[in-house]
């Protein structure tokens, strides 16, 4: 994902929630209407949100350190995971309190009714300019992807994040406007409490999935099929690999892709000529998969007795002139009893 396309997708949904907010704590000023208030924690929340998530994108551009020797490029992962927290607790778990002190002593909107509706349409207008900024940024790097595809398997954190909060800041809105609408038409402060209600419990899912995801790449994800797929293709794709004995990837952070692999290569005549061929490949991974900046290829000798044993084993490859004859005779199929006879086999 472009880093720019993620900042711009952010400031405009900071944007937005700021704006959105100050109106609408000046509604629930005027009202007293609980949904009026749970969205204004809402938008505070979501502002607040947007402002992590700009600090940690800065935070992961530091230089990496001798203590943290692959950089910082994971700290966008901690943010959005603290905004997940966030969402939970402040936006969510308020808006379900809210929602109990509201339908423990429910009352009518009786002045200024005209404003929560205004204020409601206008949040609408606003939210869905910055949810529309934030479906164009991620056009330019789904490609033919579900959303939901798209959102569990994005690596960047920042437009699935902006996506969730802005599509349930929209849905959280068509609920506040219902609790309000149905409070003004039957004068009963039960619908006020039901619509805080379904804005609590809809922040309380969009902040557990923002939180699975989220932990998904901090405990560390793989390269995507498609890349593992021409990685594969870039190391096999010259004379200077037989094959890949092992290999496994890691993001270190969004734009960052650690490839590491055990290779077998032929015969050769110096070290030199070995180290040549190993730039080779790198060259092509880069070339095919532009991410993978840390690559780390470990030359080896292919061991049928070392694949067999299993990925257990797999770091002992490189074995005695003996012992390849061995694998080979014990890789050769024995005569069956027709041919030692000299029938033909069955």
């Not at 969205?39 to 929340?45: D, G, K, M, P, T």
């Not at 020797?69 to 927290?85: D, M, T």
């Not at 999935?209 to 390269?223: D, R």
């Not at 590491?260 to 032929?266: D, E, H, R, S, Y």
Request: proline share 5%; with cysteine.
């Amino acid at each position: 994902m472009s880093a720019n396309g993620g900042t711009k997708a952010i400031v405009a949904a900071l944007a937005a929630n700021l704006g959105i907010a100050v109106t609408k704590f000046i509604a629930f000023l005027l009202t007293g209407s609980s949904s009026m208030l749970a969205e204004s924690i809402h938008s505070v929340a979501d502002s607040g949100n947007q402002g992590l998530l700009l600090i940690g994108g800065r935070r992961a551009k530091r230089e990496a350190t001798p203590q943290h020797p692959f950089g910082y490029g994971r700290e966008r992962y901690i943010y959005a995971f603290i905004v997940a927290i966030v969402l939970f607790s402040l936006g969510g778990l308020f808006a379900l309190y809210e929602a109990y002190h509201k339908a423990s002593d429910p009352h009518p909107i009786e002045s200024w009714q005209w404003v929560p509706v205004v204020v409601l349409v206008s949040a609408i207008v606003m939210e869905g300019f910055s949810f529309r900024t934030a479906i164009k940024e991620s056009n330019l790097v789904r490609g033919n992807q579900s959303w939901v595809r798209f959102i569990r398997r994005a690596k960047a954190p920042e437009l699935p994040v902006v996506l969730l909060e802005d599509f349930g800041a929209l849905i959280g809105l068509v609920f506040a406007l219902f609790g309000v609408g149905m409070t003004l038409i039957t004068g009963d402060g039960m619908w006020d409490a039901a619509g805080t209600a379904m804005i609590g419990v809809l922040l309380v899912v969009i902040a557990i999935a923002l939180a699975i995801e989220t932990k998904s790449l901090l405990l560390g994800e793989g390269a995507e099929q498609g890349e593992l797929a021409r990685i594969e293709q870039a190391v096999t794709g010259g004379p200077e690999v037989e094959r890949i004995i092992h290999m496994k990837t890691l993001y270190l952070g969004p734009e960052e892709l650690m490839v590491a692999a055990k290779i077998a290569v032929p015969p050769c005549e110096s070290a030199e000529e070995l180290a040549r061929g190993i730039n080779a490949v790198e060259a092509r991974i880069r070339r095919e998969v532009p991410v993978a900046r840390v690559i780390y290829l470990e030359p080896d000798i292919y061991s049928v007795a070392a694949e067999r044993a299993g990925t257990g084993r797999a770091a002992d490859t490189a074995v005695p002139e003996d012992a390849v004859g061995q694998d080979a005779a014990s890789a050769r199929v024995e005569p069956t009893a027709d041919e030692v006879a000299g029938r033909p086999g069955s």
